[in-house]
Structures are given as C-alpha cells and as structure tokens.
C-alpha cells in the first residue's frame, strides 16, 4: 500500500465526516520503566488512515490534509535503538503535508477547538490528551468518538481493498505454516505449552506476530482458554485456536481440533464430522446480501439435528433452536469481521456489526453472536462452529430446568471431559452471485487430512529442544 493510498483513505474520511479530525495513535506501555515496554501495537484506525505504527504519534486532517505529530530524534536514540530518521524523510515516506514535532500539537488544534473530532484508543493516556484537545470526553469502550466519525470509520474500514485482501491472504499463509507445524509436532506425553509455543515459533519466524494469545488447549470446552498446563494424553483431543497478525496489521483467525495420537475414536469422529461439516454448511452462505444471523442460525440447526442423532438433544431442530437448547453445546455464535483486529471493529460496540434496528439475539449462546449486517461485498468473517461439553453449563440448575425434555442431560453427563471441537476458517464475502474466498482453505481440516498429518514430524519438545 503505498502513501497516496493512504491519502485517499483520509479523503473518503474528510469527505464523510465533514469536519477536521485529530486521530491518536497508542504509545508505548512501559512494563516497569519506561525503557523496558511490553510489545507495541500501533491502533488500528490509526495505521488504517496514516500507515504510520510509530508510538505516541497524532494526525492532523483537516479538509483532507495530513499534518503527522511524531516524536523528533532524540540524543542517544542512534545508539540505542539504530538509525534515525529526520522528520522531513519521514513527512516524504508517509506522503503526508507536514510533519511536525508531537510539542506543537497542543497549537494547531487551538483554533480548531468546538470542530475537531476524535476518536478513542486503548491507551488512556492518549485519550485523555484527545479528550482534552477536542473537548469531548472518549473511552475506548463505551464512548468511541463522534458518531458520523465512528460511522465513516466503519464504513471505511469494513469492506477490505485488494491490497488488503493480500495481507489477510499472507496472515492465512502463516497461520497455514503454523497450524501444520503443530499438528505435525503433537503426541501423546506432550504438552500443550510445547505447540502453543511451536504454534507461535512458526508465526514469529515468517516475520509475523500472533494476532491473539494463541489457544491451545485439551480442555477446549473453555472456549478462550488462557492458560497451556495440561500435558497431552492418549485420548485427548487438542484444539488450536491461534493466528498471524502481519507486518502491517492484518489478522488470521483459525481453529482446528485434532486427537493428540492422531487417530480420533469414533465417538471423536462422530461429534469431529458433525462439526466440520457445520463448517462446510455455512461457509458457502458467505455471498453478499446474505444475512449473517443466517448463517449463524443454519450453523445451529445443523448441530442440533446432528446432535439430537447422537441422542443428545431430543424433539424438532425448530424448537431447538428457538428456545435456545442448541446453545447448551454451542454456547456461541458462528462468527464474526476480521481484519486489522481479529474481532475487527469490536471496539466501537455492535454499531459496525448489526445493521441498524437489529439487536443481538436473546436465546442461550446466540447472544454472543457478534455480527448481524447484511453481508457486503469484500468483508471477511470467519465461520466458527463448535461443540462443547461445559461443566458449568451441564450442571447449571436454571438451565437444567429450562431445557428439561429437549436437553439429555444425564446422556451429556457421559460427555464431560471429552472437552471441545471447534472449526474456524476466514472467509472472503465477493461480489453479486460470486461463491466466498476460503482465505484459510489449505489448512487441514477433514479427519483424512487431519490423521494423515498428525504426529508425522519430531515431536514439538524435540523440535524446541536446545
Ligand atoms: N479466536 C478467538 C475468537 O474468535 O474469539
Ligand atoms: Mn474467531
């Protein structure tokens, strides 16, 4: 993407907004001093419309003209941390109309004050600095910015450009080379800690980062699991949810589960099939103008109906589904946008993901469904459904009671401690009548590919051993 893009991207901003905006960029989070800092993100609306990942830094628009406000070279910088960069060969890279140091920002914008609008970042500080530069108070979660800007923001950012498009095609490609390494490096008496972090060895050596904490995990019915203590077990199934961010911001999003001795049982296969083949069912409904709650509801009847054949849930996939019983084993929803975040837009709350008058759903699991737009050409989502066995959910007096008769709990009883199964892929939405990108196609995921893969390569601890 080169900078005269960068700058159109600013005019379609000036041109919906109507107004001067001042956009902040994160700075550094120190991890004790300054000095020592955890690993900087840049904001993603900020690198959307500037390019720019520097730390601290604001820009300036105003009727379409970008002033970028950047931190000059200090002494030592040179020695510390490599080459520096003057102001001036920066303004040329960004393509930008002035660069100027971050002290004469308070100054340009004093005779912009009651006009200028802002956008939140995660950083408080910088917050803070916007919401007392532009007059109106902004928290990352809750008060976004203006709402025309939030708007055009979304707008913008939603529906990728073919460079875009690109970059989410090389954040599939590492997550591929990733997902592979691991499947190959699984076995029983493993680890978990051992993938996650040959999982994310291979994202780092491709020039990339993980665009999440990467899930790896044996108790994959705890569906963001945090933590990798378990070791792998004959029996075991491991489910990996894990992702690239690229160099220049963009995410994969991808979750496979396999057996850990590379063989599923065929109590594994059963649920494992089911799964899949939810994944295969909705992936193709990815066409614009389709309503994604559709998908998400087409997602839950074809488990509640597989489901119901492996005698778990009992009575019609319509009632079901209405009254929220799917949920008990899907306790969330199909999907959702990715792209400069791996829940792309998140921040900015439902606005960019359900078209205006609709609402999250109220029945069990579907209110975490976090998309509901009529699908536009050129966004990607991903297609996510899972089965899970929750002790929290299975043993949960209220919900007994509401799904008594469509729900076998004492059958699902049996279940607990075979732990989850999810099959999560990106999908690129094309134009009128066009059938969807699968972005993360090769990375195996039919119990053929699947077994011929796993375990076929040293073990993860021999692959990281000094
Ligand atoms: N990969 C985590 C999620 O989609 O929520
Ligand atoms: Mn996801």
Same mark, same amino acid.
């Given at each position: 993407m080169s900078a005269p893009d960068f700058a159109q991207r600013r005019r379609q901003l000036c041109e919906r907004v109507g107004a001067p905006v001042l956009l902040g960029n994160n700075g550094t989070r120190a991890?004790?001093?300054?000095?020592?800092?955890v690993p900087f993100r840049a904001d993603s609306s900020f690198l959307y419309f500037t390019g720019c990942a520097e730390p601290g830094a604001y820009a300036l628009v105003v009727d379409g003209q970008c002033t970028l406000f950047l931190q000059p070279p200090e002494p030592g910088d040179e020695l510390w941390h490599g080459e520096v960069e003057s102001l001036e060969s920066r303004r040329q890279r960004y393509g930008v109309h002035a660069v100027k140091a971050l002290a004469e920002l308070d100054a340009a914008c004093e005779g912009l004050r009651g006009r200028l609008v802002s956008l939140a970042v995660p950083d408080l500080a910088v917050n803070q600095r916007l919401s007392g530069l532009t007059g109106k108070a902004l928290a990352y979660?809750?008060?976004?910015?203006a709402e025309a800007l939030v708007d055009a923001v979304m707008q913008l950012r939603r529906s990728r450009d073919a460079w875009e498009i690109d970059e989410m095609r090389e954040a599939a490609r590492v997550a591929s080379l990733a997902h592979r390494a691991a499947m190959r490096a699984t076995r029983a008496g493993g680890h978990e800690r051992e993938i996650a972090a040959l999982f994310d060895a291979v994202v780092a050596s491709q020039g990339a980062t993980t665009s999440y904490h990467s899930i790896v995990t044996v108790r994959g019915e705890i569906l963001h699991n945090p933590d990798y203590k378990n070791p792998l077990r004959e029996g075991d199934l491991l489910l990996l949810d894990g992702g690239a961010e690229t160099p220049s911001g963009y995410a994969s999003d991808v979750t496979r589960t396999w057996p850990v001795n590379g063989k599923f049982t065929s109590r594994q296969r059963d649920m494992y099939q089911l799964c899949l083949e939810a994944n295969e069912h909705c992936i193709p409904m990815c066409t614009a103008g389709r309503r994604y709650a559709d998908i998400h509801w087409a997602a839950t009847r074809y488990l509640a109906a597989g489901l119901r054949d492996l005698g778990l849930l009992r009575g019609g996939v319509d009632g079901l589904v209405e009254s929220g019983a799917?949920?008990?084993?899907? &306790?969330?929803?199909v999907g959702h946008l990715i792209g400069l975040d791996v829940h792309d837009l998140e921040n900015f709350g439902d606005r960019p993901a359900y078209a205006q008058g609709r609402s999250r759903p109220k029945q069990f699991g579907a209110r975490f469904l976090r998309l509901d737009l009529d699908l536009p050409a050129d966004v990607v989502v991903t297609i996510e459904p899972g089965i899970y066995f929750v002790p929290a959910i299975l043993h949960d007096p209220a919900l007994r009671a509401e799904f008594e008769g469509m729900v076998d709990f004492t059958a699902a009883e049996a279940?607990?401690?075979?732990g989850g199964i999810r099959v999560e892929d990106d999908v690129r939405v094309r134009g009128e009548g066009e059938a969807p990108e699968v972005?993360?196609?090769?990375i195996p995921k039919s119990v053929a590919d699947i077994e011929a893969l796993?375990?076929?390569? &040293?073990s993860a601890r021999e692959r990281l051993s000094p």
């Open positions: 991890r004790n001093l300054p000095m020592n800092s979660t809750g008060s976004p910015g799917a949920g008990v084993f899907f &306790p969330h929803g279940w607990l401690g075979f972005l993360t196609a090769d796993v375990g076929t390569g &040293p």
